[in-house]
């Protein structure tokens, strides 16, 4: 009887020591490819950033290419080369390739070609979208308590028909002036205005920009009135400039998945996001846009 | 109360359909009409188990002279029309012996068979007793299990699981390792109809997903139905599984139970007048939590409590009236509680304190039915049910704490409790006409209140509730009314051809849909035919579910006005053999298309239960096709099958792998088990089991890149992960041996029988998730694989009397 009863014990022990145990699983061998990045927007100089893609079992450490043949076809017909350089990027010098021979214009269509010794050749392209230009735009003030105030816009556009895609910034600009002790203290302002959308089928708590980018989807080949707020220096003059910028598809689908897919990161109840990529052989966007603005005096007080 | 006149109103209004009803009763009456009126006879009555009185389903009932063939149903009821003349009937159901009646019938007649158990059928079946095998019926499809069969299976942790063996058959896939979840034909787990004694149940499982909760000592038949669909079925795309509760012991008191390492039953049954009223009472409990408390306790000074555990109760009493009518009463009850409580007591720096904190999780079922059984003459056969189900799901924290100082008393209160759950209220009536032994006509109708319950999170601080989240309580109706026919056309060929038509009223919406079904069955020879069926099925309800585990937080959603009700049709066409020693053989080749299937969009999370569910899902379709072969042996000292199944199934949905078809998570192209229960002596029995599988479909990213945002600001670390598709990563193939030996010993009180089962016997290393790691010392990051189960032996102690 002892003697089962021990048997019984290891069994038993055996049992319960079973739980959870892992095995390191293999990856299909990776191969990097060039990775495209940029924005080409009319009346904006063309900087291509260039980089390889890792293994997830990588770090982050993007390798910048300054060695790679570059080069931009304009509507299929005429191809530039583009030549590497650091640029400045809010400060930070970076290594892009760039060209003053092309000038980005409206209705054309762009091909980026990325090609290197034992990589595979990347090219992705993007057509540049007309403008649209903003009919009206209204503020009014809201009650406050402090220097700042909170501000209801109302921007008015036509929109063409078909799909369309919009970014919405604001900047205001100005001249503060504070009494910090005895002497008086003057501060430039040139901020861009963080928006909230009046209607919530805008709102997306992923996106970390301070504009609204949004589709035609509830307006298509209307007039569309977009109403949204964001809070402005109260009791100075201010200069406000409304920026309208069309975008393209890729461009809007891209920045909604990969602010979402950053958003979610760590997440492992999450659904998994794909960012969409719209490069041939390789990762990266191309995006395209063309802003109209609209500039107005106003100063946020109350009557 | 309220509810159920509601729902009688509700009924009303069904028959206000008058169009559809009217198509479905015509079709009735003109198959009806087919029937000649010539001097026939009909013999009719029940077929029961001598020993204890329960009603056998699907008995064959041949007829040596006509060489026709009847079926008794779920009530064991069967009735056979042929002209007057000499009669030499078979009665015969595996597990017992063949009854042989012989007479001269010249009116209608009554008997009332009963059959004798026999332990051990000899391997040839009886020269000339022409069974109605597996080639022999229309329905496409559909296995039936028997229970001595599920029994005799290797069990987890020494508990016998139901759903777990029906993931054995061919075109059934379970999901991760040790869940009960089924995936059949494609479908998704909430595409599956589980009937409890015909009670939906809508979460059938304990320990997240790692026990059924079907108790297989009181069950007494499993039947499962994965294509083909009669008419008579509906609400659910891709199988029905009907699970028939014992009706207890009509003749004398019996019980069996087991003690296994995590959970021991008791069974009990027997008359309450004998051969008029039975009962059957049977419960189960884990007890890990008991076993555990004393050394938790110890280790808190008496201040925590943790602990798990799951419990369900079975009960059912039926009483005989008359030879016309019956009535069932059962019931179910389960749940499933995981707590955690701790309470503090002391003085910190003057602050005297009293603290409680508690978090809790549980989730259960409450099944009811009763059941009204009526025989209206020997050819007309009604059973009327009203019934009730209700799944509840709960998940709680609890904080609670007093601080004295100076005198002065601060209270504090917090509670944050989250419910989700459906509730149903039904009606149903189902008639069996049997006018010829060339016709078999159901006909009936249905009637669901449901009310869903999806995620409503409530916060209370002190005594002021002070927000609720999630979405709001909503009730919906649901209905249908079917008519189909089993038609003998010549000798060779037998149709099934019927109407299914469904409605659902929910938010001013008024879904309908009428879906027609058809089955056939060409007789080759005596042992082969081959089959052909399509079925369109519509079904009202979804189930949110994120890992697809079968988890308690999975939401049911009714359709709405803005997701509406999933829908597929599916054909199949396959060829049926049956051998000499008990074999049989069959290969089924299916494609089934479904519409209106709902996913998480890409970045949601179930445990967002702020957001209305309805903004998290995308609307989609999908795919399968396949085909699935079995050999299977039923009768005999060894018994088993082998299964085997190649398919393909994809999903769809607009915003979700950029619209392209992506494979399914439980896509596997091939799918293979082997059973097999051998008894070795009367005293000793042997199992085994082998599953193969191909591995699960996962989304992975295998490569980062440089992202294009951030480089405005001048920040170059910006991370992409790529996924090159949804599910784009195969996990390892999935494959395990278990053994089981049973030893049996007659007592003097009854049966003893030791089990002794090994799961996963040669420690096959199973995925059961996978996730990124990294190494602590290296720094090197990988890609790990987190088995739940290597080899896992049990045992357990069954005892009858």
Known sequence: MQKSTSILMLLFLIGISACETFLVMELPPHEPKFVINTSLEVGKPIRVFVSKSRSVLQDNHFERVSDASVEIMVDGQISYPLYSEEVLNNGTKMLAYTTTEVEIEVGRTYEIIVSGEGMQTARGKTTVPTPVEIKSVDLRSAPRNNRYGYVDFSVIFDDSQGSDFYEITVLQRGTLETIDGIDPERFIINQLVNLEPRNSIYENDFRYRTGLLFDDGLFDGREAKMEFGGVLYADIDLEITVFLKVVTSDYFNYENS???????????????????????????????????????????SIE | MVRLCLSVISLLFIYLHIYMIRIIFTLI?????????????????????????????????????????????????????RPQGEVEMVFSYVGYEPFVFKTYLEKDTTIVVQLIPSHLLKE??????????????????????????IKDMPALMGEVDVLKVLQLLPGVQSGTEGASGLYVRGGGPDQNLILLDGVPV?????????????????????ELIKGGFPARYGGRLSSVIDITMKEGNMKEFHGEGSIGLIASKLTLEGPIVKDKTSFLLSGRRTYLDLLARPFIKNQSDGQDDVGYYFYDLNAKVNHIFDDNNRLYLSFYGGDDKAYSRSQYTGNFNGIETKSREEFGLGWGNVITGARWNHIFNNKLFANFAATYTNYHFRLFSEDESTSIYNGDRVDDFFKADYRSGIRDYALKADFDYIPSSAHYIRFGANHINHRFTPGVLTATERSDIFDMFGGEESYSQEYSAYAEDDIQVGDKLKLNLGLHYSGFLVDGEHYKSLQPRVAGRYLIDETSSVKGSFATM???????????????TDLWVP?????????????????????????????????KAMDGLIEYKDGASYLNMVE?????????????????????????????????????????????????????????????????????????????????????????????????????????????????????????????????VSFIKQKRWGERTWNISVYNAYNRMNPFYLDFARNQDTGQKSLVQYTLFPVLPSFSYGFKF
């Not at chain 2, 003109?30 to 204890?52: H, I």
């Not at chain 2, 040839?124 to 296995?143: A, F, K, P, Y």
């Not at chain 2, 519509?538 to 308690?552: K, M, S, Y």
């Open chain 1, 258 to 300: 990969l602010n979402l897919q950053e958003t979610n990161r760590g997440d492992p109840i999450a659904q998994p996001v794909q960012v969409i990529n719209n490069i041939q052989g390789g990762f990266g966007i191309i995006k395209a846009a063309v802003t109209s603005s609209y500039t107005l005096p106003f100063n946020n």
């Open chain 2, 29 to 81: 009456f003109v198959l009806a009409f087919t029937v000649s009126y010539a001097q026939k006879v009909t013999l009719s009555g029940t077929v029961k188990d001598r020993e204890n009185g329960e009603t056998l389903i699907g008995v064959n009932i041949f007829d040596r002279i006509q060489q026709k063939v009847s079926i008794t149903n779920n009530y064991g009821f069967y009735s056979y029309t």
């Open chain 2, 124 to 149: 040839v079946v009886v020269e000339g007793d022409r069974q109605e095998l597996l080639q022999e019926n229309t329905q496409m499809g559909s296995i039936n299990v028997p229970l001595r069969q």
């Open chain 2, 202 to 222: 809508y979460n059938a499982t304990h320990l997240f997903g790692f026990f059924s909760v079907f108790n297989a000592d009181a069950l007494n038949n499993v």
């Open chain 2, 538 to 552: 519509a079904q009202f309800i979804h189930l949110l579910t994120n890992a697809g585990l079968g988890l308690p």
């Open chain 2, 559 to 591: 359709s709405t006005g803005r997701i509406g009700p999933q829908q597929s049709w599916q054909a199949s066409l396959g060829y049926y053999k049956s051998l000499k020693g008990g074999f049989e053989w069959s290969v089924e080749g299916y494609y």
């Open chain 2, 612 to 740: 209305n569910w309805e903004d998290k899902v995308e609307v989609g379709r999908g795919r399968s096709y396949g085909l699935e072969m079995f050999v299977q042996k039923k009768i005999g000292k060894t018994t088993g099958w082998l299964g085997y199944t190649l398919s393909r199934t994809e999903r769809q949905f607009e915003n979700i792998n950029f619209n392209e078809w992506f494979p399914f998570r439980y896509d596997r192209t091939h799918d293979v088990s082997f059973t097999l229960s051998h008894h070795l002596s009367d005293k000793i029995h042997l199992s085994g089991t082998w599953v193969y599988g191909s591995g699960n479909a996962i989304s992975i990213p295998t490569e980062i890149y440089q992202g294009e945002t951030a480089l405005d600001f001048g920040y170059e670390g910006q991370q992409v992960d790529y996924y090159e598709s949804r599910n784009n990563f195969r996990m390892r193939a999935y494959h395990r041996l278990d053994l089981g």
